[in-house]
């Protein structure tokens, strides 16, 4: 493939689609792009739905690769753990990890996403096209259909492949779905909670309320509340709750009295940070929460899936966006490859990532509970104390799930996964067999009054243990 002699069609410039024209636009494509939604610099299209977004090492690594990780760092505010706050607004603050350099970061999607754009277009050989609604891709002539918002002039527009990265609701997802031209498989779930966006706004004097360092979070067993920082000294906060089921729940919070009396039942310490809360509430739409699985992702050497067009997941592993980054990057790293056309880039790129993208929507989905009830339970927290001490003592020998996932780059997310979950329930397993005792690690204030010997040994045995479960469920052909 001459790589100058190529024009490439992509739909949507979100987060996905403004990297990858980044990055097509640097390695000499010429790459068209074109979105439904006015441009985000010049018009405020939030509409209540942004969900501030955590940027980690994945996303980072993508950064890189792209050249603009310092002017991405400095739109970031580290947040070093989660914030517990209990129904009495006592605190609690739960580390990512037990090393100092591993965090996540709080980044505006709207920031990023216009950077992105800015430098993407920074290339003589990237377009972006605004208010160019798509109606749908013919994927045997590589075409698609748009309509312009304004003039509502409808036209064709051809190229020699197109990517897809127009979001959940994609396009060509959906003509791949109605051609029925091949065997496409496609599931879309959602969950019974949807959500809702709120804010807590700075100061008079623009500081921060409460805590900036950390992703705050009121669990509440089958609901939760989330806030996270933003530069300007407010936070971006998300009520997750279920439709319809509860004592209270999105349909029946229809009045300002109802709304009140819930956030003072369950959230009193966030309420009183929220003197706008009503405005929020009544003004901001409420939103679906849902996974989106497919395959293929492509369709001969004539267009691709990427992003959430092809793997949409809910928010609670703070993966999303990092997920669609790493996409980029996994992309790239096949285009080096040279293979000898679009169909076996687009195929060995599909073998090499859909099984990382599945891990990763599970993952998300096993964080959902873990956020809204577990982090709040004594053993979960006893759990996380251990793990720290494990991270902080024996930096390289042990990593938590969440640091597996989150803080290694270069791991796949599926193997995250499998490690990460036998670990857990390992760990798991010898507390309840008494085996070892976070009793004789902590005392009431967290210190440690236990030899770094005597962690070696709780280290080894959750190795061993680790091994087992692993072993076990390869016979079980769970992996």
């Known amino acids: 493939m001459k790589e100058k002699q190529q024009n490439i069609l992509i739909i949507g410039a979100g987060l996905c689609g403004s990297l990858l024209a980044l990055r097509l636009g640097q390695r000499g494509y010429h790459v068209s792009v074109y979105e439904m939604r006015p441009d985000l610099r010049k018009v405020d299209i939030s509409a209540g739905r942004s969900i501030n977004l955590a940027l980690s090492d994945r996303g980072i690594k993508a950064m890189k690769l792209v050249g603009i990780e310092d002017k991405v760092r400095s739109l970031c505010i580290p947040m070093h753990g989660r914030m517990i706050h209990d129904k009495k607004g006592h605190t609690h603050l739960s580390n990512y990890s037990g090393r100092e350099d591993e ?21 003589k050989n990237v377009s972006v096209y605004f208010n160019k609604k798509c109606k749908s891709v013919d994927f045997e002539k590589t075409t698609a259909l748009f309509q312009d918002y304004n003039t509502k002039d409808q036209f064709i527009e051809d190229a020699d492949i197109i990517i897809a990265t127009d979001g959940a609701g994609s396009v060509l997802r959906k003509s ?15 969950l019974t909670h949807g959500y809702k966006e709120l804010s807590i706004l700075p100061k008079e004097n623009g500081d921060f309320k409460t805590y900036k360092n950390a992703l705050h979070i009121w669990p509440r067993g089958t609901f939760m509340l989330i806030a996270l920082p933003n530069l300007d000294g407010s936070f971006t906060v998300t009520l997750f709750l279920s439709y319809d089921e509860g004592e209270y729940h999105f349909n029946n919070l229809t009045t300002e009295d109802t709304v009140l009396e819930f ?47 092809a793997h949409a997941i809910v928010p609670f592993y703070g993966q999303g966006m990092n997920a669609s980054f790493e996409d980029v990057v996994i992309f790239d790293n096949i285009l080096d490859q040279k293979l000898e056309s679009w169909e ?31 982090t709040a339970n004594p053993m979960f927290q006893e759990k996380r104390k251990l ?7 024996f930096p390289d020998d042990y990593a938590s799930k969440y640091a597996l996932v989150t803080f290694n780059e270069n791991l796949g997310y599926r193997e995250a996964m499998l490690k990460g979950r036998a670990q857990d329930k390992a ?49 079980a052909g769970l992996h």
């Open 103 to 123: 965090y996540i970061n709080s980044i505006s999607r709207g920031q990023l996403n216009a950077l992105l754009l800015t430098e993407a277009e920074k290339h």
């Open 176 to 190: 791949y779905f109605l051609g029925k031209k091949f065997l496409f498989s496609f599931s879309q779930d959602y």
């Open 263 to 309: 956030f003072q039942k369950e959230f009193p310490d966030a309420l009183a940070l929220m003197p706008n809360l009503i405005d929020d509430f009544f003004e901001n739409p409420t939103s679906p929460l849902g996974t989106v699985k497919c395959s293929p992702w492509h369709y001969k050497g004539n267009t691709l899936l990427m992003g959430d067009a």
């Open 344 to 374: 076996a880039t687009f195929a060995a790129y599909e073998k090499t990532r859909k099984k990382d993208t599945d891990a990763i929507a599970d993952l998300a989905i096993d964080n959902f509970y873990e956020m809204k009830s577990h």
């Open 387 to 393: 793990e720290m001490l494990l991270e902080e003592h």
């Open 427 to 475: 760990i798991l397993n010898l507390l309840v067999d008494g085996n070892i005792s976070t009793k004789s690690i902590l005392n009431g204030d967290d210190s440690i009054d236990m030899t770094k010997e005597d962690l070696k040994t709780i280290l080894e045995k959750i190795k061993q243990e680790t091994e087992a479960i692993l072993e076990e469920d390869k016979i």
